[in-house]
C-alpha cells in the first residue's frame, strides 16, 4: 500500500535525552514537512524538504533537527534543547503534481517523564 | 501576518443537523485554501479551492470560497456520528522559493451526539 507511516505511535523521553521519530512515504513525493500539534494551537511547521539532501526551517526548529539522505525517509530528532517536547508530531509529504495538497503519516505522541 | 482564524473553534450537534464551518484569512498573495479533516491522528485531505463562487462537493460535505471577502465555508449536511472530528482550514501563499508551505487555522471541534 502506498502511504506515508511513522514510527513509533508513541514514545517517552528521559530529560536530557534526544530522540528521532521517523517519516517514510513510499509516495514518491519530493517534498516531507515535519509539524508539531498542540492542543488548542493548530499545526506549526517545523522543518521542511524540497529535495534530497535539503532542508529548511519552519516557524519553531529551535530544539528540533532533520536530515533528509533519501527521497523515501525524512526523520526528526527532538534534542535536549527543546524544553517543552511533548505534543503530537506530524510528517507530511507533497507530491510534484499535487500543488499544494499535503498528505499527512498517522502521527507519533511524544512524552516527556 | 498572515493569518487563517477559524469559527466556531467547537460545535455540538445533534445527528441529522446541518452544520457550517467557517474560514477567513488574511494573506498576502492567495493561491488556494484546503481543508482536512482529522479524527484520532492524521488529517485527511477533503478540498482545495482556487477560485471563487465554484462549490467543490463529495457526498455530504460541501465546499466554497469567497476571495472578495476571504473567507471559506465548510458545509456538512445531515451529520452522522462518524463526521465527529476536528477540521482544519489552511491557506497557501504564492511565496518564493515555491515551497508550498501552509497557513493553518486552529481548527474546529465538531461533536455529532446521537
Known sequence: DGGITQSPKYLFRKEGQNVTLSCEQNLNHDAMYWYRQDPGQGLRLIYYSQIV???QKGDIAEGYSVSREKKESFPLTVTSAQ???TA???CASRGA???ETQYFGPGTR???L | EDKVVQSPLSLVVHEGDTVTLNCSYEVTNFRSLLWYKQEKKAPTFLFMLTSSGIEKKSGRLSSILDKKELFSILNITATQTGDS???LCAVAPINAGNNRKLIWGLGTSLAVNP
Open chain 1, 53 to 55: 539532501n535539503d532542508f
Open chain 1, 83 to 85: 524544553k517543552n517536547p
Open chain 1, 88 to 90: 503530537f508530531y506530524l
Open chain 1, 97 to 99: 503534481g499535487a500543488k
Open chain 1, 110 to 112: 511524544l512524552l516527556v
Open chain 2, 85 to 87: 472530528a476536528i477540521y
